[in-house]
């Protein structure tokens, strides 16, 4: 069992100013399970390898959504536009409404809520799983890919959404390439 010595008020403080200047995609992780529809907000989902074909995503606790989300056969990573800041707020609060005929959801052929608007859904079983204290690492199997739109991404910073729409390109990857 790994020993770790719990990190300083003013290391934690800093840690946390990182991650709030630094922006993330929004995304939403569904499933079902036990029968009722599960779903959480998140922003730390990347792709992880083309083969086999896997992403990797973090839960901060053990408990509630992140839990059941777990258990579930199969989930469906959401990656939410601009339009959706709305649904995304409401997931990341744990009174808010979910799952609601007004945000749009339906029902997967293969049984997960489903969000027909998103930019992009990828459909994943876990793989794998590693824990951090609390905190859970999940490396997930990429079983398919819909909805692949152009729309404007909905991003995170500082506990706000922000549309990428309007955001200046300042250099590409193809600019740097070596010949």
């Known amino acids: 069992m790994n020993q770790h010595l719990p990190a300083s008020p003013e290391l934690q403080d800093a840690f ?91 029902t997967a052929p293969t049984g997960e809520p489903y969000l027909p608007g998103a930019r992009a859904v990828i459909r994943v079983k876990v793989a794998d799983t590693a824990h951090s204290g609390p905190a859970t690492l999940v490396a997930a199997e990429v079983l398919e890919v819909h909805n692949l739109q152009e729309t404007s991404a909905l991003l995170y910073q500082g506990h706000r959404f922000y549309s990428i729409e309007n955001a200046l390109p300042l250099a590409s990857e193809e600019e740097h390439k070596h010949p």
């Open 16 to 106: 946390r100013t990182v991650f709030r200047g630094h922006p993330a995609g929004v995304t939403l992780i569904t499933g079902t399970v036990d029968g009722q529809p599960v779903g959480i907000t998140a922003t730390s989902v990347s792709s992880l390898s083309l083969d086999p074909l896997a992403v990797s995503f973090s839960f901060m606790k053990p408990t509630g959504s992140a839990e059941r989300l777990l258990r579930a056969h199969s989930l469906l990573i959401h990656f939410l536009s601009d339009a959706h800041a709305d649904v995304a707020a409401a997931f990341a609060s744990s009174t808010a409404e979910r799952f609601s005929a007004q945000q749009g959801w339906v």
